[in-house]
């Protein structure tokens, strides 16, 4: 089993920052997806930032694309979303997603909401 740690969401006002983190546990073989996606009020749950594979290029949401970036550490076994420049339509709950041993997991969720 898998446990994921989510931290870092709350309040800021438009052009703020915040930055996530999620830390993954447990049995741990390998990690081949780990990243960010969010879910808005009304909306579907869209992908935000994520790392596939070994590669180190990330991919991102067109909407996020110069605003925010993803990180790892590797050792830690911990995800990174700085978000920067933030606007009221990145309102939302964001959802670490990690895909550890060939199953996907799901962190508990952060809400985020960006408003002055």
């Known amino acids: 089993q898998v446990q994921l740690v989510e931290s870092g969401g709350g309040l800021v006002q438009p052009g703020g920052s915040l930055r996530l983190s999620c830390a993954a546990s447990g049995i741990i073989f390998s990690i081949s997806v780990m990243g960010w996606y969010r879910q808005a009020p009304g909306k579907q749950r869209e992908g935000v930032a994520l790392f596939i594979g070994s590669g180190t290029s990330p991919n991102y949401g067109d909407s996020v694309k110069g605003r925010f970036a993803i990180s790892r550490d590797n050792a830690k076994n911990t995800v990174y979303l700085q978000m920067n420049s933030l606007k009221p339509e990145d309102t939302a709950v964001y959802y670490c997603?990690?895909?550890?041993?060939?199953?996907?997991?799901w962190g508990q969720g952060t809400q985020v909401t960006v408003s002055s």
């Open positions: 997603y990690v895909r550890v041993n060939g199953v996907g997991y």
